[in-house]
Structure formats: structure tokens, C-alpha cells
């Protein structure tokens, strides 16, 4: 069984959808959560990062974790065509050189 | 702030020749960290420098691949002989602790044929 479990997808929706991106996990040592988006040729960029459970939220982007349950979601909202990535989530233990990170799901948002 | 930077964008290469890939971190960054993507494994850690020492090299496949960070600014990864299952992108990543998440550069898409 992997660290983190990712559903590569795709995804596809229609503009204005709300999206939602999940994650699981088996390390119970795992406190940082963050997601990643990748566009196409390039390298991934941090979107949404959080600690321990809970939501945070930023703009259209929601994301909570549920450590009881060793569960990531993240949430868009009003769905863009921008939005169309590769979506990874990652997470990391107290030291952050341990950082493990989801297959990545590849969303499309369709005009 | 240019980000993280790598060298070359683009490579390929015939099996059995050596690569050498590049980077600089970010400026005031003083951890590094070499990952390679594929479809099949997702996005693998090779090796992380912190300080430029060279912490956890566990994730370097083979004997095949070193890295090195001389100086704060500069950091190689380096495959000798090259295979076609080295084929992949990799990335090289910076971050300053206790500040969670990585930059990642653009990647060197790497081809070995």
C-alpha cells in the first residue's frame, strides 16, 4: 500500500462545477497537508497548504483535512477552464524534508 | 524573485552517455531536493540537501546517479551511463524551513534513446 493514495482520474466537468479532489493516507505521523497544482510542462505549484485537521480557505479554493479518518479533500468552487491541471496533494511530518506526495489527479474544465 | 532554475530545459541523449542536470535554488533557500516524475511512479524524491549537505539519498535509484551542491546556489545531478528507463522529468525543488512547501522549477525533461 502506498503512503498516499491519489486517483490519477481524469476529470472532467463543466465550467461553473464544484469540483472535489481527494486524498488518503496511512501514516498517522503526517501533520502538513498541502495541494499542488501542475499545469501541462510545468513544475507543481503550492495552491493550498494546512495544518493538522480542519478547512482553510482561499477565494474558490477550499480545502479540509480529516486526520481521523486519514482524508484530504479539495474543493473548487465556480470551476474555470484555468482551473483544467494536474492536481497532487502531498503531506509531510513534523520535519519538512519528508514530504510525500499523491499521484496527482488531472482535471479538465470544459467551456 | 526568478524562482528555481534548471538546466537544461530539454535533453536527449544516447544510452550510455552522461547527463548532467542543473540547478540553482531560490536565493536564502537551505533545503534542495531532486525529484524525477513519470506517469507510471508519480513525482519521487531522489535526494534532499540541507545546508548542502547531503541528507537522505535513499530515493537515488542507482549507483548510476550522484548529486552534489557545492555552494548554496548551485546543485547537479548527474547519471552515468544513462539507460532509456531514466527517461523522465526532474525536478529540483527549494524550500526555507520552518516554512512548509516546496518551489519546484520547470523540470529538464530528460530522453534517452
Known amino acids: 500500500q502506498k503512503e498516499v493514495e491519489q486517483d490519477p482520474g481524469p476529470l472532467s466537468v463543466p465550467e461553473g462545477a464544484i469540483v472535489s479532489l481527494n486524498c488518503t493516507y496511512s501514516n498517522s505521523a503526517f501533520q502538513y497537508f498541502m495541494w499542488y497544482r501542475q499545469y501541462s510542462r510545468k513544475g507543481p505549484e503550492l495552491l493550498m497548504y494546512?495544518?493538522?485537521?480542519g478547512n482553510k480557505e482561499d477565494g474558490r479554493f477550499t480545502a479540509q483535512v480529516d486526520k481521523s479518518s486519514k482524508y484530504i479533500s479539495l474543493f473548487i468552487r465556480d470551476s474555470q477552464p484555468s482551473d483544467s491541471a494536474t492536481y497532487l496533494c502531498a503531506m509531510s511530518g513534523r520535519n519538512n524534508n519528508d514530504m510525500r506526495f499523491g499521484a496527482g489527479t488531472r482535471l479538465t474544465v470544459k467551456p | 524573485d526568478a524562482g528555481v532554475i534548471q538546466s537544461p530545459r530539454h535533453e536527449v541523449t544516447e544510452m550510455g552517455q552522461e547527463v548532467t542536470l542543473r540547478c540553482k535554488p531560490i536565493?536564502?533557500?537551505?533545503?534542495l531536493f531532486w525529484y524525477r516524475q513519470t506517469m507510471m511512479r508519480g513525482l519521487e524524491l531522489l535526494i534532499y540537501f540541507n545546508n548542502n549537505v547531503p541528507i537522505d539519498d535513499s530515493g537515488m535509484p542507482e549507483d548510476r546517479f550522484s548529486a552534489k551542491m557545492p555552494n548554496a546556489s548551485f546543485s547537479t545531478l548527474k547519471i552515468q551511463p544513462s539507460e532509456p528507463r531514466d527517461s523522465a522529468v526532474y525536478f529540483c525543488?527549494?524550500?526555507?524551513?520552518?516554512?512548509?512547501?516546496?518551489?519546484f522549477g520547470s523540470g529538464t525533461r530528460l530522453t534517452v534513446v
Open positions: 525543488a527549494s524550500s526555507l524551513p520552518p516554512n512548509y512547501g516546496y518551489t
Open positions: 494546512t495544518y493538522s485537521s
Open positions: 536565493s536564502g533557500h537551505n533545503s
